[in-house]
């Protein structure tokens, strides 16, 4: 009889031990799958970001060499990221900039060379004037890259629903001309004043 108890003492053991092992691989899998599929600069950006105002510099910086490279155009030369250069200087924390813009910012990231298309979406200048804010809740739900096309716009996961696709895009915070500078089109785009220096 006692033996018996024994045995099915060890058999539950092993089944929790078995379970809990399990469970530890299913997350890993989940956050491997998230980033390769989202980016690991975005996922570190969410981890760093949880203790809020964190310096991320590196973690865009290591995004950025990412995107240059697999020549992801878009991602290097387009689209914004919130970088905190300097968590006690107000005026710099969250600016949104391009791959491209951060090249000047003496961070580390070298010119990217194999996405000669950048120096197109580019040209010397200064944004100026008063933005138009966009009406970004119309790409509500259609996803980040979705979202992120309308320039001024921002996009926010649902925190219920894993679908990626499920969110909601609005208004970046502080929208000012200033972020769009040496970016012609998008700077017109959100209906401000692009002046060349150049």
């Known amino acids: 009889m006692k033996r018996g108890l024994r045995m099915n003492r060890n058999a539950q053991s092993m089944t929790i031990g078995t379970l809990v092992v399990m469970i530890l691989g299913i997350i890993v899998l989940v956050v491997l799958a998230y980033g390769f599929t989202v980016g690991w600069g975005d996922l570190f950006s969410r981890i760093t970001g949880l ?14 060499q990412i995107a240059c490279s697999t020549q992801s ?47 197109a979406v580019l040209n010397k200048g200064v944004c100026s004037g008063t933005p138009i804010t966009p009406d970004c809740g119309v790409r509500s739900n259609g996803g980040r890259t979705n979202c992120e096309q309308l320039m001024g716009c ?8 894993t679908d990626p696709n499920v969110g909601t895009c609005k ?26 220096t150049a």
């Open 51 to 64: 203790g809020g105002g964190k310096v991320n510099v590196q973690t865009v910086v290591q995004s950025c």
């Open 171 to 196: 208004a970046q915070p502080n929208l000012v001309c200033g972020n769009y500078n040496d970016r012609e089109a998008d700077c017109e785009s959100i209906g401000c004043q692009f002046t060349p």
């Open 154 to 161: 921002t996009w926010e996961d649902n925190t219920v629903s």
């Open 73 to 119: 155009s878009y991602d290097y030369c387009t689209r914004t990221r919130g970088v905190v250069f300097d968590e006690t200087d107000a005026q710099r924390n969250k600016i949104p900039i391009t791959c491209s813009q951060l090249e000047t910012e003496n961070v580390g990231l070298e010119r990217c060379s194999s996405i000669p298309n950048c120096n």
